[in-house]
T-cell receptor, first 113, second 110 residues
Framework: SQQGEEDPQALSIQEGENATMNCSYK?????LQWYRQNSGRGLVHLILIRSNEREKHSGRLRVTLDTSKKSSSLLITASRAADTASYFC?????????????FGQGTTLQVKP | DAGITQSPRYKITETGRQVTLMCHQT?????MFWYRQDLGHGLRLIYY???????DKGEVPDGYVVSRSKTENFPLTLESATRSQTSVYFCASHRMGELFFGEGSRLTVL
């Protein structure tokens, strides 16, 4: 069963615009993570936000977490063509420190030059 | 380079054949994982391992076998491949909450 559900499934924007992706989950968590996957490649970790955090930044990435709504959002500011990829949220479903994550189906982002 | 190495990267096989996908890490991470990625299903956990000789089932373990005799290796075996096992398989290791993925093994079962 899917723990994280991303919205939208696909997003197409122009270079320089901001991209926002949302993730909803079902059970309590210790942390939520976002991963990126370029076409034909493995997933790469972007950012982790703990359940007691509400917002976290890393470069052009901003992640928010609302545990009361069981949702998270990933904002990519000033997008670049190189940001074209699929983005996945993943939750630990309460089993922290094992790395056992449940992934959503992902949002495919296309950034047009 | 350090990281997760998967082999083969591409494999075509026939229904009923045995296939083994290899995974090797250059670190000494305790936890390792096998996921499969399919359109419409995202990534689903097949098996994971907490340490050498300790393995456990994930969400979709049927038809798969794993072993972990050494910390650095975590092979995944399809004992009798079926068409429904056509997928991209990812191996990953875990450190401090973060997963490190290999580049994937694309398996086609004819």
């Amino acid at each position: 069963s899917q723990q994280g559900e991303e919205d939208p499934q696909a997003l197409s924007i122009q270079e320089g615009e901001n991209a926002t992706m949302n993730c909803s989950y079902k059970t309590s968590i210790n942390n939520l993570q976002w991963y990126r996957q370029n076409s034909g490649r493995g997933l790469v970790h972007l950012i982790l936000i703990r359940s007691n955090e509400r917002e976290k930044h890393s470069g052009r990435l901003r992640v928010t977490l609302d545990t009361s709504k069981k949702s998270s959002s990933l904002l990519i500011t000033a997008s670049r063509a190189a940001d074209t990829a699929s983005y996945f949220c993943a939750t630990d479903a309460g089993s922290s420190n094992t790395g056992k994550l449940i992934f959503g189906q992902g949002t495919t982002l296309q950034v047009k030059p | 380079d350090a990281g997760i190495t998967q082999s083969p990267r591409y494999k075509i096989t026939e229904t009923g054949r045995q296939v083994t996908l290899m995974c090797h890490q250059t670190w000494s991470h305790s936890y390792m994982f096998w996921y499969r990625q399919d359109l419409g299903h995202g990534l689903r956990l097949i098996y994971y391992s907490a340490a050498a000789d300790i393995t456990d089932k994930g969400e979709v373990p049927d038809g798969y076998v794993v072993s972990r005799s050494k910390t650095e290796n975590f092979p995944l075996t399809l004992e009798s491949a079926t068409r429904s096992q056509t997928s991209v398989y990812f191996c990953a290791s875990h450190r401090m909450g973060e997963l490190f993925f290999g580049e994937g093994s694309r398996l086609t079962v004819l």
